[in-house]
T-cell receptor, first 113, second 114 residues
Framework: AQSVTQLDSHVSVSEGTPVLLRCNYS??????LFWYVQHPNKGLQLLLK??????LVKGINGFEAEFKKSETSFHLTKPSAHMSDAAEYFC???????????FGKGTSLLVTP | DAGITQSPRHKVTETGTPVTLRCHQT?????MYWYRQDPGHGLRLIHY???????DKGEVSDGYSVSRSKTEDFLLTLESATSSQTSVYFC?????????????FGPGTRLTVL
């Protein structure tokens, strides 16, 4: 079965410093992997998607993620955090059956001035 | 933003009452999904639809039913609401032509069962 594990439930960074949100995946197939972001009391917004075309995926708002098959990881990074990045981030894998998604439990990113 | 609306956006109801949540899309996407979001669990799939009148169960389908009589509408029904169904419910859509597993989410419905 396809699943993801987000290794940190909370991450705190200072504004202007790098962001690293960690995700490991488990999949029997070559997976489709996603990162979604949810700002407080808002819906979910797609940040980026990996579909095997390239291992380094660039998303919106300066985020990117690197697919590492040897490490079964799909970590999300950003070179410099902005206050507006404070949100909940979800690592997600497609389960193929009906193209449904399995979500990680989320990582809450706090950005301090 | 994808053309997805959910109604109602907020609802408070009592245990044992029936509740129906509506998801409406203007994108003519084939697939529609219902998820619930609870603290510490991320989002979990309740039911999904792969076409009009074609639905299937997800991970947490007990206590829920769905119907899809038109492409644009996907209804989620709690036949007899329980306190454990207090949650935020999200609808999502996707389409084979857009990458079938790329889902776009509605704004959510916050349901409280007293």
């Amino acid at each position: 079965a396809q699943s993801v594990t987000q290794l940190d439930s909370h991450v705190s960074v200072s504004e202007g410093t790098p962001v690293l949100l960690r995700c490991n995946y488990s999949s029997s197939y070559s997976p489709s992997l996603f990162w979604y972001v949810q700002h407080p009391n808002k819906g979910l917004q797609l940040l980026l998607k990996y579909t095997s075309a390239a291992t380094l995926v660039k998303g919106i708002n300066g985020f990117e993620a690197e697919f590492k098959k040897s490490e079964t990881s799909f970590h999300l990074t950003k070179p410099s955090a902005h206050m507006s990045d404070a949100a909940e981030y979800f690592c997600v894998v497609s389960v193929y059956s009906g193209y449904a998604l399995n979500f990680g439990k989320g990582t809450s990113l706090l950005v301090t001035p | 933003d994808a053309g997805i609306t959910q109604s109602p956006r907020h609802k408070v109801t009592e245990t044992g009452t029936p509740v129906t949540l509506r998801c409406h899309q203007t994108e003519n996407h084939r697939y529609m999904y219902w998820y619930r979001q609870d603290p510490g669990h991320g989002l979990r799939l309740i039911h999904y639809s792969y076409g009009v009148k074609d639905t299937d169960k997800g991970e947490v389908s007990d206590g829920y039913s769905v119907s899809r009589s038109k492409t644009e509408d996907f209804l989620l029904t709690l036949e007899s609401a329980t306190s454990s169904q207090t949650s935020v419910y999200f609808c999502a859509i996707s389409d084979p032509g857009m990458g079938p597993d790329t889902q776009y989410f509605g704004p959510g419905t916050r349901l409280t069962v007293l």
